[in-house]
């Protein structure tokens, strides 16, 4: 069991006794998190308590995660064990919801977690100056899946209507990729109908002490942490957070009988994100989550993009976007982010242009000849993982084992999941 504790006030945190590792988020250049975000939020408006508290929550769930180190790697790596202690607004009502929380991020990460809340001594929210009209939040990554979401929401919006953005990075190469698909979307729709809010946070290399912290590269929720500041953003207007994925991926099939499923994070399942809508809805927090694409395969979403901006604009668009999962680049001379074209995340986008017929403008590095590029593809590729996955493809059974929220049928899924299934395998044919 590692012992781990947030605290908002750097007086406490460094009179704390009897834990692994405290982080101090206080809004200091020396606290353990590198951003210009304070713990009140008021750079993202009046938010309240509850969302509040669930953007601190997330924080500590991901600061953990990041600074443990898992024994394995890929897909057979250990559960760990987690007890946090947090400053929330309403420490029993979040008490009273913890078998729930704990449910979620047992999901989500694999560990085991458990939690005692504490009183924060933050102040409350300030009022409401300027009323955000916004019809909607929407997460916007950078990545294909996001950037047809933005997209779409912009395309939807009447003269008068509006919308917000809300990206989130740790490092250099997500925030490359969100400024190009920015101005990418920018270039069609303008920027008077859209606020975009832009947020570093990740947590600082040092400790208070100055000695280093571990690095865990898997760090599953940081996804939970996006989804948390977008739902502290999204309260402002009382309009949804969308979270565009698309609904193949989302899913989560399983790569093989050993693996949990096919991506590293399962913050878009369906399943998922109902149970944390109705985890903030009980404690009164803003919870309303959709996902526009949760019934679409990424080709689909491709061919919505065509739709809308024809062919040559969408090949541009959706090429700008990046969905590799690696940002380790940078070893091999090129630059962080570059698509590898072997990871999960590059195969379905390169199937997703296949079957939409909108030309892929992307740079792979899998088409390179170079014998440093070329190794670094190799220990990268999950090919052999997928033609396996495809050859043995989607049934009944697997989807019967998938938990799904109220009123998604498995047939729906079933379908779905096969239409995935089909675009991979006339890709990898």
Request: aromatic share 8%; net charge negative.
């Amino acid at each position: 069991m590692t012992r781990i504790a947030l605290s908002l006030d750097r007086v406490e945190a460094e009179k704390l006794e009897g834990y692994d590792e405290v982080f101090l988020w206080d809004g200091s250049a020396t606290d353990s998190f590198k951003s210009k975000l304070h713990p009140g939020l008021a750079s993202l408006g009046s938010v309240g308590g509850v969302n509040a508290d669930f953007v601190r929550i997330a924080l500590a769930v991901y600061a953990s995660d990041h600074s443990v180190l898992r024994e394995s790697k890929g897909s057979d790596w250990n559960q760990r064990s987690f007890e946090l202690t947090v400053p929330v607004s309403v420490p029993a009502k979040w008490a009273a919801q913890a078998d729930s929380l704990t449910g979620l991020l047992g999901y989500l990460t694999g560990d085991a977690w458990s939690f005692t809340f504490i009183q924060s001594t933050l102040p409350d929210a300030p009022p409401v100056m300027v009323e955000d009209t916004s019809l909607r939040t929407v997460l916007f990554s950078g990545g294909a899946d996001s950037a047809t979401g933005a997209l779409v929401s912009a395309h939807s919006l009447g003269p008068d209507e509006t919308h917000a953005l809300l990206s989130h990075s740790s490092s250099g190469a997500t925030g490359s990729a969100q400024q190009l698909v920015t101005a990418a979307l920018n270039g069609h729709f303008g920027s008077k109908n859209s606020a975009h809010h832009r947020i570093f946070l990740g947590r600082a290399k040092k400790r208070l002490d100055r000695t280093k912290f571990p690095k865990e590269p898997s760090s599953r929720s940081r996804s939970l942490l996006f989804l948390a500041l977008g739902l502290a953003v999204a309260e402002q207007s009382g309009g949804p957070l969308w979270i565009p994925e698309n609904g193949f991926a989302s899913l989560n099939p399983p790569l093989g009988p050993e693996r949990r499923g096919a991506l590293s994070t399962r913050t878009t399942q369906p399943w998922f994100l109902w149970r944390v809508s109705s985890l903030l809805a009980d404690m009164e927090g803003h919870g309303s989550i959709i996902n526009p694409f949760e019934h679409m395969t990424k080709g689909e979403m491709f061919r919505r993009v065509e739709g809308i901006l024809g062919a040559d604009d969408a090949s541009e668009y959706l090429s700008t976007t990046n969905s590799c999962s690696h940002t380790d680049q940078q070893y091999v001379g090129v630059s962080s982010g570059t698509h590898c074209g072997v990871c999960f995340g590059c195969i379905v986008r390169r199937a997703s242009f296949n079957a939409s017929g909108v030309a892929d403008k992307t740079w792979y590095l899998s088409n390179e000849s170079s014998e440093k590029i070329l190794d670094y593809v190799e220990k990268k590729s999950i090919m052999t993982a997928l033609r396996d996955f495809v050859e043995l493809g989607v049934d009944e059974a697997v989807i019967m084992a998938m938990p799904l929220p109220p009123g998604y049928l498995t047939r729906t899924a079933l379908e779905l999941s096969q239409k995935g299934t089909g675009e991979l395998e006339d890709f990898l044919a």
